[in-house]
Each structure stands twice: as structure tokens, then as C-alpha cells.
């Protein structure tokens, strides 16, 4: 199966379990083609929990949860030394956390203090855990998918700007559509009825000779290879400068606009222009095309940069969103 169909698999048979929210799909995919890490937002019972595990089964991954909370420490999330003692013989062995999974869901990130928050995000940004004076690699593919409740703040550690700036891309998940919740609704209702009738929950497996088993779209195989097609994938050069023209105008942009300068208080980092670069690229390949168009870096712009941009107490006083700020800031950058 050619990498491109093994993807495209991976992804509808994710659309066929997470009823409403296509676009979080699609963004999952993207960071997953980018090799990055997504911080996904949005109110309890929006099925990011759910999109994420139907990642994993459908990825043949190994799969891991960490449940966030206040008194979390750093060695839960990354794995200690532990001093095991066998027929007079005595060492300390490395015993992984949870963070040894291709794909993480670090639930409720911002509930956790900043010390545990380093720890993840160190791992994400290093791909590597040190425990004493040994480093232990973190497993190929790795992705961290981080959740977090827009309206809940109480007992909350909200992430600095400098450690969300390591996510790829900040997805805001909204409610469904009556009718995909309409089709929710019946998909849990059949759901419940298999597991009464005592019908076991496939898991992903392989097949005796190491293939691809029934129920799993794509392998690591297919991502890497999916991954090297994406990293080939023809840029030119005034899709470049389009790129680059959009980060510095977060900097400076008072050349475009009066109002938008008094909107912006701090621009973004370099790791931004990276993570467009990237994640137009992935979107180009998913959608078939060999050469990245302005409208796909429009299309990710937002996700890419909302997180990054911080804005004038003016702005947050007046109700202006990121979004609203990203907004009129790409309608003023001119393309080429």
C-alpha cells in the first residue's frame, strides 16, 4: 500500500469513529506528517480523547495516557531509576513512564505544575528522557497530542509562552453539527449494544508474518515513508518569502497597519516560519498536490500561529481574539 493511500485510510477510518470533527482529523494527520506535537482545546465531551485513541488503534502505536494533576511529579511522566536487588547482587534499573508511547495524550496538560510541564516538554522538544546519567531515547514515531479546557482555570498552570511555542500547532475544537451529533448519538448507542452482547474490543494487532492486521490503516512504516514524501514536497521560492513575510509582519507590523501594531504586543519566534513551512507542506500532501499553494499556508496559518502571538492588553480589553488578530494580519500580507 503506497503511503499516500495508507494515510488516507489511517484517516478516514479515524473520521468513521470521531463523528463532527473532521478538521481536527485533519489537523491530527498534519502534525503527525509534520513530526510534531498539537495542544488541542476545547470543552469536556468534544471527543479529543476519542480522536486520539482512534489515532493510536487505527496507527498500529503503541498508546499512552497521562492524567494530569497538581500533585503529579516529573519522574511520573518520564520513568525513574529504581534499585532492584537479586541474589546479593544489587543495581538500579530504568523503569519507563508513560511517556515511552508513539502516541501520547497528555490529558489536561495545564493542570499540572511547571515543573512536570518542563519535563513533558522537554521530552517532546529533546525526543529523549535522562534518568541520572543515562539518556534513553524516545520511540519513532513520537507525538504528544495535549489537551486543555478553554473555561475551567481553577487549580490550572497555564503553559508559558516559551513551552507552548514547541507545539506545531494549537487546534480550538468546536461544538458538532446537529446532525453528526444526531449520528453520535446512534454510533454510542451501537457501540453500548456490541459490548452488552459481549463483543471484545478489537485492538491493533499485527499478522503472524509482521504485516499490517485488519482494523489498522497505516504502520511506522508508512508514516516514515509518508513523512519523507512530505519533506520532498516542492516549495518555491515565493511561497517562501510568503512565509517569512508572515512572521516578520507579526513583528513589525506597523507597516501594515496602525491597528494592528497596537494589537500586538510580542510577534512570533522563528520555530513559527518552521512550523508553516511544515505544516503547508503536510496539508499539500494530504490533499494530493506536489507543490505547496498560498491558500494552504492560509489554510494553517491560524492553527500555526495562535498560540504564538501575543497580544496588547488593548487588544485582550476589547475582546479581540488571536484569531481576529491573525485574521486581518493575512488579509494585509501580500502573496509573493
Known amino acids: 500500500m503506497a503511503a499516500r493511500d495508507a494515510i488516507l485510510a489511517l484517516q478516514s477510518a479515524m473520521n468513521a469513529e470521531v463523528l463532527g470533527q473532521p478538521r481536527l482529523i485533519e489537523r491530527m494527520l498534519i502534525g503527525l506528517l509534520a513530526d510534531g506535537h498539537l495542544l488541542i482545546e476545547g470543552l469536556p465531551g468534544l471527543a479529543k480523547t476519542r480522536a486520539v485513541k482512534a489515532m493510536a488503534k487505527h496507527l498500529r502505536a503503541d498508546f499512552s495516557r497521562i492524567q494530569f494533576t497538581p500533585d503529579l511529579l516529573p519522574s511520573d511522566v ?36 511547571a515543573k512536570v510541564q518542563a519535563a513533558l516538554l522537554e521530552a517532546m522538544e529533546e525526543r529523549q528522557v535522562t534518568a541520572g546519567q543515562t539518556t534513553h531515547r524516545l520511540p519513532v514515531p513520537f507525538m504528544v497530542l495535549a489537551t486543555q479546557n478553554p473555561i475551567e482555570q481553577e487549580g490550572t498552570y497555564p503553559l508559558p509562552e516559551a513551552q507552548t511555542d514547541r507545539f506545531v500547532m494549537k487546534v480550538l475544537v468546536d461544538y458538532p453539527t446537529p446532525e453528526d451529533e444526531l449520528g453520535v448519538l446512534r454510533l454510542v448507542r451501537s457501540e453500548e449494544r456490541g459490548e452488552r452482547a459481549g463483543d471484545p474490543d478489537p ?7 509482521g504485516g499490517i492486521a485488519a482494523g489498522i490503516a497505516a504502520g511506522p512504516d508508512d508514516v516514515a515513508a509518508a513523512r ?18 508572515i512572521v516578520n509582519a507579526t513583528r513589525n507590523p506597523a507597516p501594515l497597519s496602525d491597528d494592528l501594531a497596537k494589537a500586538i504586543e510580542v510577534g512570533v519566534s522563528p520555530r513559527a516560519g518552521l512550523a508553516l513551512d511544515r505544516c503547508a507542506r503536510a496539508l499539500a500532501w494530504l490533499k494530493g498536490e506536489d507543490f505547496v499553494s498560498p491558500g494552504d499556508v492560509q489554510a494553517v496559518a491560524p492553527d500555526v500561529l495562535r498560540h504564538r502571538l501575543i497580544l496588547s492588553y488593548e487588544a485582550r480589553g476589547s475582546g479581540r481574539s488571536a484569531d481576529d488578530v491573525i485574521e486581518d494580519l493575512m488579509a494585509l500580507v501580500a502573496v509573493g
Not at 519523507?228 to 513575510?245: G, K, N
Open 228 to 245: 519523507s514524501q512530505v519533506s520532498a514536497l516542492h516549495v518555491a521560492e515565493p511561497i517562501e518569502r510568503y512565509i517569512i513575510d
Open 78 to 113: 518520564t520513568g525513574t531509576d529504581i534499585y532492584y536487588s537479586d541474589s546479593g547482587k544489587s543495581a538500579f534499573r530504568f523503569a519507563a513512564g508513560p511517556i515511552f508511547g508513539n502516541i501520547v495524550l497528555a490529558d489536561e496538560i495545564n493542570r499540572a505544575p
Open 203 to 209: 485492538q491493533p494487532a499485527t499478522t503472524a508474518e
